[in-house]
């Protein structure tokens, strides 16, 4: 197996040398240089002379050949099927096995929730909780510009830092700057388990006056070199934002040689999240309650747009994932809040499955506990009418007239996701008529 991979090695070396125009080639040399072995280097001159005039593309199809024994049968191969193959052979293994996970969602989808079941994980998980909080918290306080192209750049270049356990890019967002690398200022610290166990928790023996950083335990304020070579030591990386707005502008991320990026977009019903936003945040949602209660809605006001903004963002975002583009082939998974609500051990499982890190018990066990699913003997998950009914409180405190606005406004959104359309206040609150498509988006 070693010599295989020695050889493909030499042989790969050899050939981004001679040639590096075609796309695929660049790639798989980016990643390969990546690796850094060594050890292997090439021994035997390979004659490619005639390679030169034809092109990368053949000759990898030649040295598939002869790795597997197959002679002939690349031949048909377009460049994504041969770059599945060198997936395969474990070419783009480069990362050393670690997978660095993306939990991209907006508020109210239930994204702490899910973002659990990574962080309960284990000790070979490390997760970041809204770590790009404090850079929009400091973006907007200063410039009160919100150039979304320019806050996506930098969104991106922090959570590249982050994966690589480099905290220095966020540093510069923390407010009031972190004194030696220590802050006791990171926000939702104490979400995160690896921030609050040891070594990167230092334990304050005397805190009188000050509060402490961590729930379950007495922690000092945060050492982010600490924290740094905590994430190092850890297999995977794994990180829960609700401020990415396009995924597209993920891609130089999610083509980063050094990473192996996961991206889980986690949607929910609008009306759903319309409703629970006004509960959550009620003060910010006044506009809508009073609509709710005079029952006329302006279309034209901003509120409506950018409830219509967000609908179409988090859309556009799942149509670049669902068109599966090469730079996200089997990188992107959707998932929606409601059928985590229904099968939360059953998602769970297929996320991580998606993921390739092996679901641990302790994950198994904090789902267990926290959703009150109950495990057959069978094996098939069945979920206490509990957790779906909270998944559909929503119904009864939105009034129809806002439903029906965001039916109206983010009616491709819906479905797209499989959200069915209500008629009328009786349908909206009418328990036995089901608001999901079965598998809307495969
Ligand atoms: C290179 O091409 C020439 C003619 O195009 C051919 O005769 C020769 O065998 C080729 N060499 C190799 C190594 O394929
Ligand atoms: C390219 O390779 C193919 C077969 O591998 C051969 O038939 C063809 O003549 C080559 N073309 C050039 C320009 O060398
Ligand atoms: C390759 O393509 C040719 C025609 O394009 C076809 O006849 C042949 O069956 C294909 N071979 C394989 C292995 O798919
Ligand atoms: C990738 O490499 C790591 C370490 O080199 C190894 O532990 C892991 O099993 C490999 N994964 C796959 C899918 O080959
Ligand atoms: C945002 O910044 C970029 C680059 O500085 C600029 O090209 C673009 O016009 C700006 N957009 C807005 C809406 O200000
Ligand atoms: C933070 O941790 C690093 C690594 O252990 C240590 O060298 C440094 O002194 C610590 N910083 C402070 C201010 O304690
Ligand atoms: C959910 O279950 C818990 C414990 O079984 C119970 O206390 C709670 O009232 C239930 N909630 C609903 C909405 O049924
Ligand atoms: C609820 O919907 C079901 C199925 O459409 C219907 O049979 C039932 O009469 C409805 N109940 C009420 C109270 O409207």
Not at 110 to 127: A, K, P
Request: net charge neutral.
């Amino acid at each position: 197996m070693k010599t295989k991979y020695a050889i493909v090695f030499i042989c790969i070396v050899a050939l981004v040398i001679i040639e590096k125009e075609s796309n695929i080639l660049s790639r798989v040399s980016d990643k390969l240089i990546q690796r850094q072995t060594p050890q292997q280097t090439p021994q035997t001159p390979l004659d490619y002379s005639n390679t030169t005039q034809n092109g990368s593309l053949t000759v990898l199809k030649m040295l598939l050949s002869k790795l597997t024994g197959t002679k002939g049968i690349y031949s048909n191969l377009s460049e994504e099927q041969m770059e599945e193959d060198l997936d395969d052979l474990g070419l783009y293994n480069y990362s050393g096995g670690r997978k660095h996970i993306l939990l991209l969602a907006t508020t109210r989808t239930g994204s702490s929730f899910v973002g659990e079941f990574f962080n309960q994980h284990g000790e070979n998980m490390f997760y970041l909780f809204e770590p790009l909080w404090h850079v929009e918290r400091m973006l907007t306080m200063a410039t009160e510009a919100n150039n979304g192209t320019v806050l996506a750049g930098i969104y991106r270049d922090v959570l590249q830092g982050l994966f690589l356990c480099d905290f220095s890019p966020l540093e510069k967002f923390i407010s009031p700057p972190p004194q030696d690398h220590v802050t006791p200022a990171l926000f939702r610290r104490e979400s995160s388990l690896s921030l609050c166990e040891e070594p990167v928790c230092s334990p304050v023996i005397k805190d009188v006056f000050e509060r402490y950083h961590c729930k379950t335990r007495r922690c000092g304020p945060l050492n982010l070199t600490l924290a740094s070579e905590s994430c190092l030591s850890k297999q995977h990386h794994a990180i829960k934002t609700v401020r990415v707005r396009q995924l597209e502008t993920l891609q130089p991320l999610v083509e980063d040689p050094r990473l192996d990026v996961r991206v889980i977009q986690l949607v929910r019903d609008p009306r759903a999240i319309l409703a629970s936003r006004m509960v959550a945040f009620s003060s910010k949602y006044q506009t809508w309650k009073a609509w709710a209660q005079d029952g006329q809605v302006p279309e034209d006001d901003e509120e409506v747009k950018r409830l219509k903004g967000n609908c179409d963002h988090i859309r556009m975002s799942a149509e670049v994932g669902l068109s599966r583009p090469r730079w996200l082939r089997n990188r992107y998974m959707l998932v929606r809040y409601e059928d985590i609500a229904r099968y939360p051990m059953q998602k769970a499982e297929e996320m991580y499955r998606f993921t390739g890190i092996p679901f641990s018990p302790q994950a198994r066990e904090w789902i267990l506990r926290n959703t009150q699913t109950t495990q057959e003997a069978s094996g098939i998950y069945s979920t206490q009418k509990n957790s779906s009914e909270q998944a559909e409180k929503w119904r009864f405190s939105i009034p129809f007239t806002l439903a029906q606005v965001v039916q109206r406004v983010c009616g491709p959104t819906m479905k797209l996701f499989g959200y069915r359309f209500v008629d009328d206040e009786k349908a909206l609150i009418n328990k036995s008529i089901s608001l999901l498509e079965e598998h809307p988006f495969h």
